[in-house]
């Protein structure tokens, strides 16, 4: 059976690359877990994204929404520090069935969630 979900892959642009790892990094404060020419990791305790990178021209890079929520227990708090780091948000906040989320962008075009539980 099936433990946990490994890691979560996002196809990045070369051109976009060192944009998005700031954002990952250095925005959202996720911690490196490895790193190769091509692709690098980010993870902490409980999930894993691993960004890679593609050419500009290559249709796995058609940007789009991930899907991906990254959980917050403050989403007030969270938006105030993230726009302190200028994180592009794309949406307002709205009302899930899982709580209340807000949409940002990465460099690339691709949409991600920030999301604090009911």
Avoid at 48 to 60: A, E, Q, Y
Avoid at 89 to 116: A, C, M, R, W
């Amino acid at each position: 059976m099936v433990h946990k979900i490994a890691t979560i892959i996002v196809p990045v642009k070369k051109r976009f690359w060192e944009e998005t790892l700031g954002l990952f990094h250095d925005k959202l404060g996720l911690p490196m877990k490895e790193e190769a020419d091509n692709y690098i990791e980010f993870c902490n305790e409980n999930s894993s994204i691993t960004l890679i990178k593609v050419k500009d021209n290559d249709v796995k890079a058609v940007p789009g929404d991930t899907g991906i929520m990254f959980e917050c227990p403050k989403l007030d708090h969270t938006i105030k520090e993230m726009e302190s780091r200028s994180l592009k948000f794309v949406s307002k906040k709205e009302k899930t069935v899982l709580g209340t989320s807000i949409k940002f962008q990465d460099p690339n075009g691709n949409t991600y969630h920030l999301l604090q539980r009911k």
